[in-house]
Structure formats: structure tokens, C-alpha cells
């Protein structure tokens, strides 16, 4: 375990060390386990995709998507912020499923996400926005009470379902951004 870990922080490195060199984040050359999170040099976000080989066998891909992250590229989230911010690398797609969950946005709106993940931070702004939801209201009132802004949330027609992806374990929630 610790050589493969040792390999992947090696592969890591060697990929920012050519990205540096070379000028450019591709979300395809990234691996899975720091695809969520990251952004192109293109400015993009790279999503972890599944699919089905011939077989039946799902397969993950780092892809890049179409949303565009306007003051940020060519970034790989550390994992401090997606500790500090309790998300999930192995999610799938981008999500808001982890704005329904109240343990999340407490991690997302912690001073330790918030002040110090703004990737993560943009990231879940604008899927609360998509629902109609601004986030700093949420966690402000999320501060105050917990159980009351859930209920605000819900109500404010924040749909259930997420956006588009799902989480790769289910015993994980969908990632979250950090807080605010």
C-alpha cells in the first residue's frame, strides 16, 4: 500500500512537473484519483466519467467538461482542501447532491474550507446557484441552525436529484464544495 501511494504522489508530481514544463493541464492525461477537482489549462473542470466496456464492466475517465471556471486553470485541488471541505475525489460528475446533506455544508461552509479552498468553494457557489440557492446565505444560515436551513433549502426548489453523476461509493455522499 505504501509503494503504490509512493507511485501515485511519484505520478503526480511527474505530471505537474511536465504540466509546469510544458504549460498545459489536460484533463485526459489526469488520473481518476485526482481527476474531481481539478481544472484545465483550458479553464475548464475535469469530471470523472463511467461507462460500460463490452464486457460490463464500468470503466472511470478523467474528461473535461463544459463548465468554465473564469479566474482559475490549470489547478489540481490539494488534499487538504478536499478533506477541509469533506469531498469525494472518486465522485462522478458534478453534483449538488452534497448541499442536501447538513454534515457537508458544515464542512463547506468551515472557516478551513471556506478561507482556504476557493476551487471548491466557486465550484459549489455556482451549483447552489443553479438550485436557486445563494451559498453564503446558506451557511450563514446553516450557522445559526442547522436543521432550519436544510428545511429553506429543500424548500427553496433545490430538487433532490443531482445535477448529473453519482458518487462511485455508496456509502460516501456525493462531494461537496467547501465552505463559505
Known amino acids: ?13 511527474s505530471s505537474l512537473f511536465v504540466q509546469a ?16 477537482f481539478a481544472i484545465a489549462s483550458s479553464g475548464k473542470r475535469c469530471v470523472l466519467e463511467n461507462s460500460v466496456d463490452k464486457e460490463g464492466k464500468t470503466e472511470y475517465q478523467c474528461k473535461t467538461s463544459e463548465e468554465v471556471v473564469e479566474r482559475m486553470s490549470a489547478y489540481i485541488e490539494t488534499d487538504g482542501c478536499v478533506k ?4 469525494n475525489r472518486d465522485m462522478v460528475g458534478i453534483s449538488s447532491d452534497g448541499l442536501l446533506d447538513s ?12 478561507q482556504n479552498c476557493p476551487n ?18 446558506l451557511c450563514e444560515k446553516h450557522r445559526r441552525s442547522p436543521r ?33
Not at 514544463?21 to 492525461?29: I, K, P
Not at 424548500?155 to 460516501?172: C, D, K, N, R, Y
Request: glycine share 8%.
Open 1 to 13: 500500500m505504501a509503494l503504490s501511494f509512493k507511485l501515485g504522489l511519484l505520478f503526480i508530481a
Open 21 to 36: 514544463t510544458l504549460g498545459e493541464l489536460l484533463c485526459e492525461d489526469l488520473p481518476n484519483n485526482v481527476c474531481a
Open 84 to 87: 477541509a471541505c469533506g469531498v
Open 103 to 114: 454534515r457537508f455544508i458544515a464542512k463547506l461552509c468551515s472557516p478551513s474550507c471556506s
Open 120 to 137: 471548491i468553494i466557486d465550484l459549489y457557489f455556482n451549483l447552489a446557484a443553479g438550485e436557486g440557492v445563494f451559498l453564503p446565505d
Open 148 to 180: 432550519r436551513a436544510m428545511v429553506e433549502f429543500l424548500s427553496s426548489g433545490a430538487a433532490p436529484a443531482p445535477v448529473f453523476g453519482q458518487s462511485l461509493s455508496a456509502h460516501e455522499p456525493a462531494a461537496a464544495p467547501a465552505s463559505i
